[in-house]
């Protein structure tokens, strides 16, 4: 694994039972609650209402553009959902305008009958130049840290009894 290859790491426990987390978390409109209002992610033309669930697995689904407080378009995601175990597990590899690499894993497993442990594993390597600046490796892992710090607050928050 290159030097530049970082991952950072983040679990929860969500008040609700797995399968109603699985229904929001593979969304668009789940995805979206979680990243708002720091981030939105579009997906593409033609593939309106797609989830994670119902995409072909290993086959890339198109060019997600990502928008900076839900306006301004600033990077891309072209995503492939590599590996589905519906209900408990997605893993996406993909590639993004500012990442040679990018993987999210989200695995939920239940914590008795209404708690739901949500973890997600992020993989990535930025391209250049972000990579060849000293020091940004760190910098991008903790803000991706801060971010699904971000996201997993509002999926808690959104389950919250």
């Known amino acids: 694994m290159s030097t530049r290859v970082r991952v950072v ?14 229904a929001r978390v593979v969304t668009s409109a789940g995805i979206n609650g979680e990243m708002m209002p720091v981030m939105r992610m579009a997906t593409p033309r033609g593939r309106r209402g797609l989830t ?3 995409v072909e697995v290993g086959r890339e689904v198109g060019r997600c553009w990502l ?16 590996e589905l175990d519906p209900g408990h597990r997605f ?32 993989t990535f390597e930025p391209r250049r130049p972000l990579a060849a600046v000293p020091g940004m490796g760190g910098l991008l892992a903790r803000g991706i840290a801060a971010f699904f710090a971000h996201r ?6 959104h389950f919250a009894r």
């Open 67 to 82: 928008f900076l407080f839900g306006l301004l378009p600033f990077d891309y995601d072209d995503l492939t959902v590599a």
């Open 91 to 122: 893993h996406e590899r993909s590639t993004m305008g500012s990442m040679r690499r990018w993987e999210h894993e989200r695995t939920l497993t239940s914590d008795g009958p209404s708690r739901t442990r949500v973890h997600d594993r992020v």
């Open 9 to 22: 790491e983040r679990t929860s426990l969500v008040e609700a039972p797995r399968n109603e987390v699985w």
């Open 152 to 157: 997993h607050r509002r999926l808690r928050r």
């Open 52 to 54: 994670v669930d119902t």
